[in-house]
């Protein structure tokens, strides 16, 4: 999945896996999903499969970490070994440093961890399958997972991957586009508020490309916003 | 809590859910769930969820096997699991249960290693088998067997351009798995025997004796675990159940 | 009591060193710095301090681009620069900054890599650049790039011998840089917008949004840094005050 | 020492280094070798010779470690570079990880660390020549370690190896027999008490063959501990 | 710079570069250049170019590491990728964890650490310029940033290399002659009070040889001594 | 407590042990301890324990070297040896030892490293030298230079096969070792000059200088340590002490 190509990726403005420009791949959710933790949820888009689940809020130790007016949120993305086609070594790189990083700041604006003082709350993003916007899913993932630990939200945090390949601006690119794309952008939200939490882009873009994918990002996260809310009622309903 | 009131009830005779000591609970198992992986399964015991995935690379083979391929297996505790697993290098229990699944395999010979050989002493295949914990609920180890022997049986090896790089998605024939041996970990309450420990149980054991079992109740892998030492008396009889029971989850595994 | 007081300025229109909003403080670059380096380039900007080294190693090149050269960028966050920075691995700020400088040099093809093959398939240049941060008074990412671009402009690449081993010290070509993308980091406290923050004011920052620009006013980089969310209806604005300070930037670089 | 061979490793009943199946090697034991530490020993097992210290009780740091209730006991397994034939670069890899867990197991049960909340024990084996069975000689160093500093055992605890070649039932494999065994299984108990606190097994056995290498490894650790007694005894001789 | 040559590097009792045998390169110093340290300086030898600064006294964790009798120093010595011919992969090896103790070694005896129980005095050296001597240069640094940072001090220390080549004794070896030398020393005094603090030595020399040498050493380190002050002053010249 | 009264004693000039001042402990050298290795030692002095063992592996010589062996000192302070040392990494002082030891081996060129190529520029034979400390009981270093020393002297290089595979047990003949340098380490307490410190003395020194000395009186390696300086006056006499005393320590070296 996801290698480079010379052939044409969009032929008569349909994608090589059917998709039209604006149109995102099959979107699942799952709520609860582990037992063990806190709050958790599975999210995938198409092949690319996130799990996510949230520890805490728990004190964190060595104590002189701790801050004494607020919380903190600690995440961990992490590429499964198998999730990629050529066998991934564990362990961190620099690509999940930086993703574990991006990965906390879309979501901080989201909490009041003020409330919580001395405490952390860990997030942690599994990648399992990946292919392409592996980060956006993750955040997706982890947003529902903290909604579900009761962790208090001001929103949810929604994410979705825009991009441009062979000249037309996308939708939620898979693998084998991300490698091939001239752009790509990944974008998260709190769409109830049009607030921007996560913007990273790459390749090259003029400034009004730039905006009417950061349009069509806007878009897309507010479905997502939907599904997620959905996923969770879906969570409360079960319970009950 | 729990804890407590798991054990007591161990030693009262009943568990905490119900089960009879000799009983699994009920498990699921889903092959090929990871597109990007040559093989894979998903197992869930109870709520212990784990996932194996197989990928294949073209390697080296090791100097005193120049005929074999090459096969190795890790184990990752991801902190999704359980909030007492910590991010950072495997720790001692994920090296532990890697290295015993590992053995499980490998000496049972369970793969036909022999058929991995690309070019004699310098080019074979290597199977790498990485077990991810997602959910911890006890009793990783026998789930963590489970989805490795699953994942390796419906692993395929993928072709090579003339070149002789991997043309991944484009496969040759299935891997050589030859064997089911099936894990099963008797464990102990004072004179107590029962089997698959939900967490509470696990936290409050004795010990356990993980035992790998093949087709034919030849003993393949044994490893002693817990705090406490067992009674050598006991050894038969916690034998006896990993043997019995071997041969009723083999039939979960396709 | 300085962090509060640069905030109070900056909601009250205000720069605790009476900039404009918009302003840079003063820079300073010097070219070639450092002997033993083929490439470097030494930034002041106010007393922020960086210096980018470039060193050209012959290696292999990527599988998937056999005919290209390699290009990678660290950095390191000394001790020196902060009481904040320890010593030890490069941190996840560390990280950061060498990626997003590496993507915006690598994504607008400011060097041409394909002129750094020695043998096809083989034997290429590797570009390293290396960021050395030694004072940090903040805007540490517009500093870098500034270094790193600085770097690469001056990079000459030396001759090989006959058995094609580096002569140090002995230049065959300058290294092809034919673009200056130049990384402008638009700052946000509340409805404010500003440039070039110092420590004080980096730390009481909402939000910053990094945009790397081209001479063509293309964007070919940006990244979304701290705790705080931007307003959508914002960005554009953002994006209009990095692409006309990028031109005025640019300048600077020879 | 320790390669794999295609000849015969026991010839009418003999094996190669001239000992019945059931034979150990030579054994030695050496009781407070090692000035430095509270406890120490040194045991060889032919040319396997495990060095093994205890330090502690002593308080454990960070705190955050500390167990309210309870002593807790660290080992550390680790083998000499020089050890082997192929030079073992310095650190812990898979192996000695996995050696590491078991060989403190396998101790755990003889101690009372009830009796001492919030301390460590720190027990280190040092494997300066490695000739097949070295877990087994660290234990029983390590056993004696502990008793010599004063760490109140409910009792020694003793270990050796057994196995299968050419089809044969042996005790106490050498680097070359274990390299080339059917089968081996390394055992720790409390001969006097009939506990079994080590079983690890590799390798292909029947139940029949299993049961009977169990005989043979309770009646071999039934010696080693008659030894290990000798040797204490010997020590505290040495002292007065 | 600094490879190995079969070349002559003395003719006619010049160096390579010029210099008579007892002559140091150009010298030059610059204190309080790092204004996010409590003290700071920049030295350099020809082409070697250290940067030192000190952060701290300041309060140690984690706190067990704390001695309740004195302050500690703490001293990082570091090489930047780009300060050698051919780059140095980033992090610390085994030279520079030897010379990060023998730097912090050359410095304790100069400052009254008891005055601060429990704080830590953080001192590190960059080498951005290699080119021979870069312990030296590195020490020359860190007393001036250690002084520059208001720390009390006996004494300043000075550094500097001496050592043979082509049976030619010489000051400041430079890279090309210290991987062509017979032998180098390293040497560290506190000028003023004659107290050696810092003395390494490698390769042949008879001990007349070494005296001799330890003679120019100590005229070299009293000149480097007078600039370490006329430096200081400067910086507070400048500061009025 | 103990250290305090090292420390009176030696201010009053007498030692803890009621040595002379420039009396060595008893020291006891074995040869060939560890089967295992092509070389080794084990040498007590007084209560210090230190194992040397010898590997020589097959390898590839540096860039800058074609035509020379290569040689490698290591060091591990295994816990079993203070209850100071901690499990982990070298730290730094096992590698300045390791590095003491090493340079007063290689400068000295103590092994004919030429006599080591086994295919010019290609394969050469590397000598790994791994110090274990079993025990420290004091003067780590001088013990550790003995052990290190007599190893090499032992130590044979094994035959290769026609493949040029190494065969470990049969050799072809001794490392050609040249020298014997002998590292000694001279104490000082204010004016008091004192060698082979016990524990308790080493813990109260202000400064120790170890001097690394030839068959001819040449010296070959030097290192200050310890925490306080040395007046310029006294180095030429502890120089003095240490030639002097490497001639009595060498006869303990076969």
Redesign the interface.
Do not use: Y
């Given at each position: 999945?996801g290698?480079?190509t010379d052939s044409e990726l969009i032929i008569d403005g349909i994608r090589l896996d059917k998709r039209l420009p604006d149109q995102t791949r099959e979107i699942k959710m799952k709520v609860g999903?582990?037992?063990?933790?806190?709050g958790?949820a599975e999210v995938a888009f198409g092949?690319t499969t996130a799990?996510?689940?949230v520890?805490g809020p728990?004190p964190l130790?060595?104590?002189?970490l701790q801050e004494s007016q607020t919380g903190i949120l600690r995440v961990?993305y992490?590429m499964?070994?198998?999730?990629?086609?050529?066998?991934k070594s564990?362990?961190p790189d620099?690509?999940s440093?930086?993703i574990?990083?991006?990965t906390r700041?879309a979501l901080?604006?989201s909490l009041f961890l003020d409330d919580y003082p001395k405490v952390t709350v860990?997030g942690?993003v599994?990648i399992?399958?990946?292919?392409g916007s592996t980060r956006v899913t993750g955040i997706n993932a982890l947003s529902l997972a903290l909604a579900s630990a009761g962790i208090p939200m001001t929103s949810l945090v929604s994410a979705c991957s825009v991009g441009k390949i062979n000249g037309t601006l996308i939708v939620d690119l898979n693998g084998m586009e991300d490698n091939n794309s001239e752009?790509d952008?990944a974008v998260a939200?709190?769409p109830d508020?049009?607030?921007?939490?996560?913007?990273?882009?790459?390749?090259?873009?003029?400034?009004e490309e730039?905006?009417h994918l950061?349009g069509l990002a806007?878009k897309t996260c507010g479905k997502i916003y939907e599904m997620q809310k959905n996923a969770l009622l879906e969570k409360y309903r079960g319970e009950e | 809590m729990m804890e407590t009131y798991a054990l007591e009830l161990i030693q009262s005779g009943k568990r905490i859910d119900k089960r009879e000591f000799l009983q699994f609970r009920n498990a699921e198992i889903k092959e090929n769930v990871i597109a990007t992986a040559e093989g894979s399964a998903y197992v869930k015991l109870g709520n212990t969820q784990v996932i194996a995935g197989v990928k294949m690379n073209v390697g080296t083979p090791f100097a005193d096997t120049p005929n074999e391929g090459v096969f190795s297996v890790s184990a990752e505790f991801t902190p999704l699991a359980s909030e007492e697993f910590e991010s950072g290098p495997p720790g001692e229990d994920a090296v532990e249960l890697a290295r015993i699944v590992d053995r499980g395999i490998r000496e049972s010979k369970t793969i036909e290693m022999g058929k991995l050989v690309i070019t004699p002493g310098e080019k074979v295949w290597s199977v790498f088998v990485d077990i991810h914990i997602i959910d911890n609920q006890g009793n990783l180890l026998n789930a963590a067997a489970l989805a490795a022997l699953t994942a390796l049986l419906n692993t395929r090896i993928p072709k090579l351009d003339t070149e002789g790089k991997v043309l991944r998605g484009d496969y040759e024939r299935k891997l050589p798995v030859v064997h089911k041996p099936i894990t099963v970990s008797v464990c102990k309450v004072g004179d107590k025997l029962f089997l698959d420990p939900t967490k509470e149980e696990e936290s409050v054991l004795d010990s356990k004796l993980s035992i790998a079992v093949m087709e034919d109740d030849t003993i393949c892998a044994m490893q002693k675990q817990g705090n406490k030492g067992i009674e050598f008396a006991m050894l038969e009889s916690m034998i006896d159940i990993a043997i019995e029971k071997s041969k009723e989850l083999r039939k979960l595994v396709k």
């Open positions: 999945m290698k480079k999903n582990i037992v063990s933790a806190n958790s092949n799990l996510a689940s520890h728990r130790f060595p104590k002189h961990r992490n499964a070994p198998f999730s990629v086609t050529d066998r564990p362990g620099r690509r440093v930086e574990s990083k991006v700041l901080e604006p860990d942690f599994e399992i399958q990946a292919d752009s952008v939200m709190m508020k049009d607030i921007v939490t996560l913007l990273q882009m790459d390749g090259m873009l003029t400034k730039l905006l950061l806007k | -």
